[in-house]
Protein backbone atom coordinates (compact mmCIF):
# COMPACT_ATOMS: atom_id res chain seq x y z
CA UNK A 1 0.00 0.00 0.00
CA UNK A 2 1.26 3.40 -1.00
CA UNK A 3 2.28 5.89 2.12
CA UNK A 4 1.42 8.81 0.07
CA UNK A 5 -1.04 11.24 2.87
CA UNK A 6 -4.75 12.01 1.38
CA UNK A 7 -5.57 16.06 2.21
CA UNK A 8 -8.70 16.54 2.86
CA UNK A 9 -10.27 18.73 0.37
CA UNK A 10 -13.35 21.02 1.33
CA UNK A 11 -15.35 22.85 -0.64
CA UNK A 12 -17.39 25.17 1.85
CA UNK A 13 -20.36 27.23 0.80
CA UNK A 14 -20.90 30.03 3.54
CA UNK A 15 -24.64 30.86 3.68
CA UNK A 16 -27.64 32.61 5.72
CA UNK A 17 -30.29 32.97 2.25
CA UNK A 18 -33.84 32.40 1.63
CA UNK A 19 -35.07 29.59 -0.70
CA UNK A 20 -38.96 31.09 -0.93
CA UNK A 21 -39.65 32.75 2.53
CA UNK A 22 -38.18 29.71 4.82
CA UNK A 23 -34.51 29.77 6.43
CA UNK A 24 -32.65 26.69 5.68
CA UNK A 25 -31.68 23.82 7.74
CA UNK A 26 -28.73 21.88 6.42
CA UNK A 27 -29.39 17.65 6.07
CA UNK A 28 -25.86 15.81 6.74
CA UNK A 29 -24.77 13.02 4.75
CA UNK A 30 -21.26 10.41 5.07
CA UNK A 31 -20.77 9.12 1.68
CA UNK A 32 -20.61 5.12 0.70
CA UNK A 33 -19.63 5.67 -2.71
CA UNK A 34 -22.17 3.40 -4.28
CA UNK A 35 -25.00 5.01 -3.16
CA UNK A 36 -23.74 8.76 -3.33
CA UNK A 37 -22.04 8.77 -6.84
CA UNK A 38 -22.48 7.61 -10.60
CA UNK A 39 -19.45 6.59 -12.99
CA UNK A 40 -19.93 9.24 -16.07
CA UNK A 41 -17.06 7.91 -18.14
CA UNK A 42 -14.18 5.73 -18.48
CA UNK A 43 -16.35 2.54 -18.26
CA UNK A 44 -13.74 0.26 -16.07
CA UNK A 45 -11.39 3.01 -15.37
CA UNK A 46 -13.45 4.26 -13.00
CA UNK A 47 -13.60 1.72 -9.84
CA UNK A 48 -15.67 2.05 -6.35
CA UNK A 49 -13.64 -0.19 -3.88
CA UNK A 50 -13.90 -1.82 -0.33
CA UNK A 51 -17.64 -2.17 0.01
CA UNK A 52 -18.24 1.57 -1.14
CA UNK A 53 -15.69 3.21 1.16
CA UNK A 54 -12.97 3.38 -1.92
CA UNK A 55 -13.21 5.24 -5.34
CA UNK A 56 -10.41 5.34 -8.19
CA UNK A 57 -9.86 7.14 -11.21
CA UNK A 58 -7.58 6.16 -13.83
CA UNK A 59 -5.81 7.45 -16.64
CA UNK A 60 -4.19 6.08 -19.75
CA UNK A 61 -3.40 6.83 -23.48
CA UNK A 62 -6.70 6.15 -24.71
CA UNK A 63 -9.36 7.52 -22.18
CA UNK A 64 -9.45 9.37 -18.65
CA UNK A 65 -12.69 8.67 -16.53
CA UNK A 66 -14.87 10.73 -14.07
CA UNK A 67 -17.98 10.43 -11.52
CA UNK A 68 -20.60 12.58 -10.56
CA UNK A 69 -22.50 12.86 -6.96
CA UNK A 70 -26.51 11.43 -7.71
CA UNK A 71 -27.31 14.37 -5.27
CA UNK A 72 -27.68 17.94 -6.33
CA UNK A 73 -26.52 20.45 -3.56
CA UNK A 74 -27.45 24.47 -2.89
CA UNK A 75 -25.42 25.04 -0.06
CA UNK A 76 -23.25 23.31 2.64
CA UNK A 77 -19.91 22.26 3.10
CA UNK A 78 -18.18 19.31 1.44
CA UNK A 79 -15.46 17.42 2.36
CA UNK A 80 -13.50 14.56 0.36
CA UNK A 81 -10.04 13.16 0.72
CA UNK A 82 -7.93 13.21 -2.37
CA UNK A 83 -4.75 11.08 -3.16
CA UNK A 84 -3.25 12.75 -5.96
CA UNK A 85 -1.38 10.94 -9.12
CA UNK A 86 2.37 10.41 -7.45
CA UNK A 87 5.06 10.83 -9.18
CA UNK A 88 5.79 12.48 -12.63
CA UNK A 89 2.22 13.60 -13.32
CA UNK A 90 2.77 16.32 -15.30
CA UNK A 91 0.01 16.53 -17.86
CA UNK A 92 -2.60 14.95 -16.34
CA UNK A 93 -5.77 17.38 -14.27
CA UNK A 94 -7.36 15.92 -11.38
CA UNK A 95 -10.57 18.10 -11.00
CA UNK A 96 -12.71 18.41 -8.41
CA UNK A 97 -15.68 20.59 -8.90
CA UNK A 98 -19.28 21.72 -7.80
CA UNK A 99 -21.19 22.47 -11.41
CA UNK A 100 -24.95 23.19 -12.20
CA UNK A 101 -26.43 21.93 -15.53
CA UNK A 102 -27.09 24.78 -18.64
CA UNK A 103 -25.47 27.47 -20.70
CA UNK A 104 -25.78 29.84 -17.59
CA UNK A 105 -24.49 27.48 -15.25
CA UNK A 106 -22.49 28.28 -11.93
CA UNK A 107 -19.06 26.43 -10.98
CA UNK A 108 -16.63 26.57 -8.68
CA UNK A 109 -13.76 24.08 -9.02
CA UNK A 110 -10.31 22.63 -7.96
CA UNK A 111 -7.46 22.05 -10.26
CA UNK A 112 -4.73 19.94 -9.89
CA UNK A 113 -2.10 20.33 -12.46
CA UNK A 114 0.36 17.01 -11.92
CA UNK A 115 1.47 17.88 -8.82
CA UNK A 116 0.88 21.31 -8.62
CA UNK A 117 -2.71 22.99 -7.10
CA UNK A 118 -4.35 25.77 -9.22
CA UNK A 119 -8.01 26.82 -8.11
CA UNK A 120 -10.63 28.14 -10.13
CA UNK A 121 -13.50 30.69 -9.77
CA UNK A 122 -16.46 30.48 -12.63
CA UNK A 123 -19.28 32.46 -11.15
CA UNK A 124 -19.75 30.40 -8.43
CA UNK A 125 -21.06 31.09 -5.05
CA UNK A 126 -23.49 31.77 -2.33
CA UNK A 127 -25.31 35.03 -0.14
CA UNK A 128 -21.64 35.13 2.16
CA UNK A 129 -18.49 33.49 1.01
CA UNK A 130 -17.39 30.68 -0.73
CA UNK A 131 -14.47 29.28 1.18
CA UNK A 132 -11.35 26.45 -0.37
CA UNK A 133 -9.66 24.41 2.62
CA UNK A 134 -6.96 21.96 2.21
CA UNK A 135 -6.84 19.93 5.11
CA UNK A 136 -9.47 21.98 6.82
CA UNK A 137 -6.73 25.26 6.65
CA UNK A 138 -8.13 27.82 4.33
CA UNK A 139 -6.41 28.47 0.88
CA UNK A 140 -9.19 30.79 -0.72
CA UNK A 141 -12.04 32.98 -0.33
CA UNK A 142 -14.25 34.18 -2.83
CA UNK A 143 -16.94 36.67 -0.95
CA UNK A 144 -20.37 37.88 -2.19
CA UNK A 145 -19.62 41.26 -4.00
CA UNK A 146 -22.96 40.98 -6.37
CA UNK A 147 -22.88 45.15 -4.76
CA UNK A 148 -20.13 46.13 -7.46
CA UNK A 149 -21.19 43.83 -10.09
CA UNK A 150 -19.62 40.66 -9.50
CA UNK A 151 -21.74 37.46 -10.73
CA UNK A 152 -22.41 35.25 -7.62
CA UNK A 153 -24.25 31.95 -7.98
CA UNK A 154 -27.06 31.66 -5.01
CA UNK A 155 -29.76 30.10 -6.58
CA UNK A 156 -28.87 26.76 -9.20
CA UNK A 157 -28.24 23.67 -7.80
CA UNK A 158 -25.16 22.34 -8.30
CA UNK A 159 -23.83 18.40 -8.26
CA UNK A 160 -20.31 17.42 -7.30
CA UNK A 161 -17.96 15.86 -10.16
CA UNK A 162 -14.21 15.12 -10.54
CA UNK A 163 -12.20 13.74 -13.41
CA UNK A 164 -8.19 12.35 -14.14
CA UNK A 165 -7.67 13.56 -17.40
CA UNK A 166 -5.21 14.29 -20.16
CA UNK A 167 -4.36 18.25 -20.61
CA UNK A 168 -0.92 18.19 -21.76
CA UNK A 169 -1.47 20.73 -24.60
CA UNK A 170 -1.91 23.28 -21.94
CA UNK A 171 -1.82 22.28 -18.26
CA UNK A 172 1.73 22.72 -18.10
CA UNK A 173 4.24 25.54 -19.39
CA UNK A 174 1.49 26.24 -21.66
CA UNK A 175 1.85 22.50 -23.69
CA UNK A 176 5.25 22.21 -23.57
CA UNK A 177 5.75 19.58 -20.84
CA UNK A 178 3.94 16.64 -22.48
CA UNK A 179 2.22 13.63 -20.37
CA UNK A 180 5.06 10.30 -19.93
CA UNK A 181 2.74 7.67 -21.01
CA UNK A 182 5.38 5.02 -19.80
CA UNK A 183 4.40 5.66 -16.10
CA UNK A 184 0.47 5.08 -17.30
CA UNK A 185 -2.20 4.16 -15.85
CA UNK A 186 -2.28 7.28 -13.70
CA UNK A 187 -4.83 7.08 -10.42
CA UNK A 188 -6.30 9.23 -8.06
CA UNK A 189 -7.49 7.69 -5.13
CA UNK A 190 -10.89 9.37 -3.13
CA UNK A 191 -12.22 8.42 0.33
CA UNK A 192 -14.01 9.89 3.37
CA UNK A 193 -17.13 11.48 1.23
CA UNK A 194 -18.87 13.98 3.73
CA UNK A 195 -21.46 16.72 2.73
CA UNK A 196 -22.93 18.37 5.52
CA UNK A 197 -25.12 20.11 2.54
CA UNK A 198 -28.65 21.08 1.25
CA UNK A 199 -29.74 18.77 -1.71
CA UNK A 200 -32.08 19.84 -4.07
CA UNK A 201 -34.70 17.52 -5.54
CA UNK A 202 -37.46 17.92 -7.64
CA UNK A 203 -37.37 21.92 -7.50
CA UNK A 204 -37.03 21.97 -3.27
CA UNK A 205 -34.37 21.88 -0.92
CA UNK A 206 -33.84 19.49 1.96
CA UNK A 207 -33.10 22.73 4.03
CA UNK A 208 -36.26 23.81 6.11
CA UNK A 209 -37.38 26.29 8.54
CA UNK A 210 -37.45 24.70 11.80
CA UNK A 211 -40.08 27.38 13.07
CA UNK A 212 -42.41 29.84 13.01
CA UNK A 213 -39.81 32.40 14.03
CA UNK A 214 -37.43 31.58 11.47
CA UNK A 215 -34.54 30.38 13.16
CA UNK A 216 -33.47 27.23 11.72
CA UNK A 217 -30.68 24.90 12.05
CA UNK A 218 -27.32 24.41 10.18
CA UNK A 219 -24.15 22.94 10.11
CA UNK A 220 -21.20 25.53 11.25
CA UNK A 221 -20.85 26.21 7.79
CA UNK A 222 -23.31 28.73 7.58
CA UNK A 223 -21.86 31.24 9.26
CA UNK A 224 -17.93 30.50 9.16
CA UNK A 225 -15.77 33.15 8.12
CA UNK A 226 -12.25 33.79 8.58
CA UNK A 227 -10.45 34.71 11.91
CA UNK A 228 -7.08 36.52 12.19
CA UNK A 229 -5.49 33.24 11.97
CA UNK A 230 -7.14 32.21 9.22
CA UNK A 231 -6.41 35.27 7.36
CA UNK A 232 -2.67 34.76 8.14
CA UNK A 233 -2.80 31.21 6.68
CA UNK A 234 -4.38 32.76 3.12
CA UNK A 235 -1.39 34.82 3.74
CA UNK A 236 1.49 32.48 3.67
CA UNK A 237 -0.14 30.11 1.22
CA UNK A 238 -0.18 33.32 -1.16
CA UNK A 239 3.17 33.77 -0.56
CA UNK A 240 4.78 30.45 -0.49
CA UNK A 241 2.77 28.37 -2.78
CA UNK A 242 0.92 30.42 -5.30
CA UNK A 243 2.05 30.39 -8.94
CA UNK A 244 -0.56 32.62 -10.67
CA UNK A 245 -3.08 34.79 -9.91
CA UNK A 246 -5.57 36.56 -12.19
CA UNK A 247 -5.79 39.94 -10.63
CA UNK A 248 -2.57 40.35 -11.21
CA UNK A 249 -2.53 39.02 -14.77
CA UNK A 250 -2.38 42.32 -17.06
CA UNK A 251 -1.54 40.36 -19.94
CA UNK A 252 -4.88 38.60 -20.17
CA UNK A 253 -6.90 41.64 -18.99
CA UNK A 254 -5.18 44.45 -21.24
CA UNK A 255 -8.58 46.57 -20.95
CA UNK A 256 -8.09 46.23 -16.90
CA UNK A 257 -8.21 44.14 -14.34
CA UNK A 258 -11.76 42.20 -12.81
CA UNK A 259 -13.33 44.41 -10.85
CA UNK A 260 -13.25 42.01 -7.84
CA UNK A 261 -9.36 42.68 -8.16
CA UNK A 262 -10.10 45.78 -6.55
CA UNK A 263 -11.58 44.39 -3.46
CA UNK A 264 -10.20 41.63 -1.90
CA UNK A 265 -7.23 40.47 -0.91
CA UNK A 266 -7.71 37.06 -0.61
CA UNK A 267 -8.55 36.24 -4.18
Not at 17 to 38: P, R, T
Not at 44 to 58: E, F, H, M, P, V
Not at 82 to 93: D, E, H, Q
Request: glycine residues 8%.
Amino acid sequence: MSSIKYPTITLLLSVMIFISSDLMASASSAGNFYNEFDITFGGDRAKILNGGQQLTLSLDQYSGSGFRSKNEYLFGRIDMQIKLVPGNSAGTVTTFYLSSEGPGHDEIDFEFLGNLLFTCILLCGNRQRIIFLVDNNPIRVFNNMESIGVPFPKSQPMRLYSSLWNADDWATRGGLVKTDWTKAPFTASYRNFNADACVWNAGSSSCVSTTSSNSFEAGAWQDQALDARGRNRIRWVQQKHMVYNYCTDFKRFPQGLPVECKRSRFL
